[in-house]
């Protein structure tokens, strides 16, 4: 919104500083700085109005690791909130809101985010760890997620519409048609989930997050400049540039989460946070036709969704687990690695991964 009038005002008047606010990078280093401030402003006051309408906190699982009920109880969740507030805010300051992506990400992300807070709330109510029934949560991000695809995909070039991009290839695009909005939900509520498999420590699934915005921010960048995407021999989407801007100002949210959510965690994002982080990445990779891409850069995300499934279809077909608790994380905490530890190896893991990201852009 301010971007918006300060642009026109730029536009129609003299004044040649104003016009910094052409320039992605420069709105995005800005909205990331914006996003952070509030989240730092507001995170202390919010966590302690949380804690006095929570009182007893998240409920822990009984069947997760011992220690979680003695370490972890009390802490309030919803967490998920301060994200969301710091990055919509910075994106009604600095975003362009004339743009339809940043529009179809947004709603993505809020949706997503209202999803969570419902599940939430069900489980602070019940005072369990039992939220939505599974039919009304996937139901809900299933709709969602279709839409999104539907509305990406009309918001993009026709020859590019239907198709699935493939990285390491320079010219190789597989027509989904009918069918493209189904694989964008697909991958949207796929993530939506992986992210929140993700979030048993503190910490672990916002680092790997922060990591991901940044690969994709760049990578928004260079989809949504013809000049930049002709001499990387990518798939140019026109639009998606300002999309760096959403990924800058969810990066300076997570950084302002991290802050309280560092180990021992002041607060956690509870699902609140993780679904509607995850909803965002989903719909950032169909929208610059990057979703082969996000599965290594968000590779992390992946192994933890595979770790479950695996141990679910072993232990029913055999009666025997293979690792010795999923979502694999606990498998470390079970085998005696200390918290910090697999959290800051994760973290390794995912930047590894986040500049396997990034070399796709020249592997062709």
């Not at 300002?242 to 965690?265: D, I, K, R």
């Not at 082969?292 to 969704?305: D, H, M, P, R, S």
């Not at 009666?319 to 694999?328: I, S, T, Y």
Request: proline fraction near 4%.
């Amino acid at each position: 919104m301010l971007y918006m009038l300060i642009s026109h005002a730029a536009h129609d008047g003299h004044i040649t500083i104003l016009n910094l606010l052409r320039y992605i990078t420069f709105r995005a280093g800005c909205a990331c700085m914006t996003a952070l401030g509030i989240s730092l402003l507001l995170g202390r006051p919010l966590i302690r109005m949380l804690r006095r309408i929570q009182r007893e906190g998240q409920p822990i699982r009984a069947v997760g690791p011992e220690r979680h009920i003695l370490e972890k109880t009390g802490t309030p969740t919803m967490g998920g909130v301060l994200i969301l507030i710091s990055l919509m805010v910075s994106m009604l300051i600095w975003g362009d809101l004339e743009n339809g992506f940043v529009w179809a990400v947004m709603l993505t992300t809020l949706g997503f985010g209202a999803i969570g807070f419902a599940d939430d709330y069900r489980k602070l109510a019940r005072r369990n760890t039992d939220g939505l029934s599974k039919r009304a949560r996937l139901g809900g991000e299933f709709g969602i997620s279709l839409i999104c695809g539907w509305w990406l995909q009309h918001l993009m070039p026709p020859e590019l519409a239907n198709h699935l991009a493939f990285p390491f290839v320079k010219d190789l695009l597989l027509p989904l048609g009918i069918l493209y909005p189904v694989f964008a939900m697909i991958v949207i509520t796929g993530f939506g989930n992986a992210v929140n498999f993700t979030d048993g420590l503190d910490g672990l699934a916002i680092g790997p997050v922060i990591v991901a915005s940044l690969v994709f921010a760049i990578l928004s960048y260079l989809v949504g400049n013809h000049v930049f995407a002709d001499y990387l021999q990518i798939h140019a989407v026109p639009g998606t540039g300002e999309l760096a801007v959403f990924c800058a100002a969810l990066v300076g949210a997570g950084l302002g989460f991290l802050w309280f959510n560092a180990p021992p965690a002041s607060v956690f994002m509870g699902d609140t946070g993780s679904l509607s982080l995850g909803g965002a990445l989903g719909s950032l990779a169909v929208a610059i036709k990057h979703e082969l891409v996000l599965c290594i850069v968000g590779g992390l995300f992946v192994a933890e969704t595979l770790s479950v499934v695996i141990q679910v279809f072993w232990y029913k077909r055999t009666g025997r687990r293979v690792f010795l608790m999923a979502p694999f994380h606990h498998h470390f905490e079970k085998k005696g690695w200390a918290e910090p530890k697999i959290v800051i190896r994760f973290w390794i893991v995912s930047i590894v991964l986040g500049l396997c990201g990034l070399a796709t852009l020249k592997l062709r």
